[in-house]
């Protein structure tokens, strides 16, 4: 059984820190995107950033690109998303997720497998 389970989620204020972690187990994620969404109440998931399971290519968007890093440590089967100068429009629910590398780079909302998320609050 595929699991993907996110922790490290929690209130912090604006400029703080919070580093989120994904176990992964179940099967072997070689051919796959580890990456991370996220969603905001009220609003669609949207993509944050992608790794290859190799630790190639990190991708991130846009508004999260120089404060957000994302990286993978194959021997703990974990991805983990560090995230510094956070903003109140960060606030939202994480997901991880891994998506087949098929479906092409970076990852879109088709992914395979996800996990239950984690709420990240930023307060002003």
């Known amino acids: 059984q595929v699991q993907l389970v996110e922790s490290g989620g929690g209130l912090v204020q604006a400029g703080g820190s919070l580093r989120l972690s994904c176990v992964v187990s179940g099967r072997t994620f070689s051919n796959y995107a580890m990456g991370w969404f996220r969603q905001a109440l009220g609003k669609e998931r949207e993509f944050v950033a992608a790794i290859r399971w190799s630790g190639a290519s990190p991708y991130y968007a846009d508004s999260v690109k120089g404060r957000f890093t994302i990286s993978r440590d194959n021997a703990k089967n974990t991805v983990s998303l560090q995230m510094n100068s956070l903003k109140p429009e960060d606030t939202a629910v994480y997901y991880c997720?891994?998506?087949?590398?098929?479906?092409?780079?970076?990852?879109?909302?088709?992914?395979?497998?996800w996990g239950q998320g984690t709420q990240v609050t930023v307060s002003s």
């Open positions: 997720i891994a998506s087949l590398l098929y479906r092409g780079w970076p990852p879109k909302d088709d992914y395979d497998y």
